[in-house]
């Protein structure tokens, strides 16, 4: 059973940091993607950035670039999600997901297989 734990979340002032984990099971850590979703209410959802298991490579929106950074925990199967500069526009539930490819024809993968019970992200002004 594929399981997400996506811990992190909390009250930030503007301008703060937070670091997002989500700490995975049931399945191949190596041979997957594994990404952020954030959905703010009212807005759409928004694929935040992930991490390319097999080759590495990373994902992130425009919307954070230079700002967040994605990466492998040292602990077995985590990823982290470091988030500097936080912005009034950054406050959502992030979702930990796991899929097969972070892309799809050059945008992110909402298809992903599984997602994670989502926590929350507060910034205040």
């Known amino acids: 059973e594929v399981q997400l734990q996506a811990s992190g979340g909390g009250l930030v002032q503007g301008g703060g940091s937070l670091r997002l984990s989500c700490a995975a099971s049931g399945f191949a850590f190596d041979d997957y993607a594994i990404g952020w979703v954030r959905q703010a209410p009212g807005k759409e959802r928004e694929g935040v950035s992930c991490?390319?298991?097999?080759?590495?490579?990373?994902y992130y929106a425009d919307s954070v670039k230079g700002r967040f950074t994605i990466s492998r925990g040292d602990a077995k199967n985590t990823i982290h999600l470091q988030m500097n500069s936080l912005k009034a526009e950054d406050a959502a539930v992030y979702y930990c997901?796991?899929?097969?490819?972070?892309?799809?024809?050059?945008?992110?993968?909402?298809?992903?297989?599984?997602w994670g019970k989502g926590t929350l992200v507060t910034v205040s002004s």
């Open positions: 997901v796991v899929g097969i490819n972070c892309l799809v024809r050059g945008t992110f993968n909402y298809g992903m297989d599984y």
């Open positions: 991490f390319n298991s097999p080759d590495n490579s990373t």
